[in-house]
């Protein structure tokens, strides 16, 4: 392989989008332009095209089509469900209860709210990034309007026991929102069978159009919106819909949602090839891998490799053609530790060190142990000078 093919090991940063994606997308920026809230031919094709693919995700997520929003993102529909919930919860609920190793789209409304007077708890997680079940419990009351946990973590790959903490919000009547970004099609989800009432999406992480999102919105939960203008989306998101991007995002789940168990053993394998390829060249505790060991998305990675610093290590790598990333999207580029390891307990070795490996469409066996060969030199480079 040569070393002039970059590989992209960010797929939780972000994907390349489908030419079947790409493909069902195109008529709706061409002659299919309509408005969907117009009455004649052009705002009926385009009404037609958006209902198809609501009707498709939902029928993909096990819910009804009108308990779907669509947004521009994960970052709207996580916002929207956070001020959306908490505010028609009513004067007795004004409490939110989250995590600590959320994602800032999560974990800044939180901020907001307690700006406007909310009560935020954020429950601690274990060493590997497990939420720690008693403390929510604990948290969560009578007085409690919303509990935010995401459903498998950006950074470490973490997944959080949904079910038991919907069974808790249940209890006390607090509405569930489970951020589910990362999760969609790499793990399988049935919203009927979910204690959960509110679930964000996004289509650009799985090979989707960027700029369009989903906010599930069970019929039982009341939400209060955050835009206001048009009757769109029943009166809970207004604007002019992205059909394009409605319509591209339900192309990418249907391909995404195919199949979850083959394709997330063949992301699990590449892991495991990157980690046999460190193990091979590196000596015995020059890596340490972040995350529970089980309870894991199949596509994340994320090592430490103690004494190799983890802005000069990207860089290194973005020279020998390897584009990994530090964690949060937010976090690189910056020198600002990751707030997901921190919550974890990492040593200061072990936050400084950290590189999130996130792998998808056009990795192979081949491509990812290059990439892990690559990186065990520019981590003996780095840290046993
Ligand atoms: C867990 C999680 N939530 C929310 C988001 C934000 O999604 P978007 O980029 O579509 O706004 C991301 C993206 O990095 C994410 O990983």
Known sequence: MSTNEPIYLDHAATT???????????????????????????????????????????????????????????????????????????????????????????????????RLGFEVVYAPVDETGRVDLAALEAAIDDKTAVVSVMFGNNEVGTLQPIEAIGELARRRGAAFHVDAVQALGHVPIDLAALPVDLMSFSAHKINGPKGVGLLYASRRLKLHARAFGGPQERGRRAGTENVAGAVGFAKAAELACADIERRSA?????????????????????????????????????????????????????????????????????????????????????????????????????????????????????AYK
């Open 16 to 114: 390349p989008m489908r030419q079947e994606v790409l493909e069902s997308m195109l008529p709706y920026f061409t002659h299919m332009f309509g408005n969907p809230s117009s009455v004649h031919r052009f705002g009926r094709d385009a009404k037609t095209a958006l209902t198809a693919a609501r009707d498709s995700l939902a029928q993909r997520l096990g819910c009804s089509p009108n308990e779907l929003v669509f947004t521009s993102g994960g970052t709207e529909s996580d916002n929207l469900a956070l001020f959306g919930a908490a505010s028609a919860a009513g004067a007795g609920r004004r409490k939110i209860v989250t995590t600590a190793v959320e994602h800032h789209a999560v974990l800044h409304a939180a901020e907001e709210l307690e």
């Open 266 to 382: 063949e992301l699990a394998a590449l892991r495991e090839a990157m980690l046999t390829t460190f193990e091979r060249l590196l000596p015995p505790g020059a890596f340490v891998v972040n995350g529970h060991p089980t309870e894991r998305l199949p596509h994340i990675l994320n090592v430490s490799f103690p004494g190799a610093s983890t802005d000069t290590a990207l860089m290194n790598l973005d020279l020998d053609g390897v584009a990994a990333a530090s964690g949060s999207a937010c976090a690189s580029g910056s020198l600002e530790p990751s707030h997901v390891l921190r919550a974890m307990g990492a040593d200061d070795a072990r936050l400084r060190s950290a590189i999130r490996f996130s792998f998808g469409e056009g990795n192979c066996l081949k491509s990812v142990t290059f990439a892990a060969e690559k990186t065990a030199t520019v981590v003996k480079r780095l």
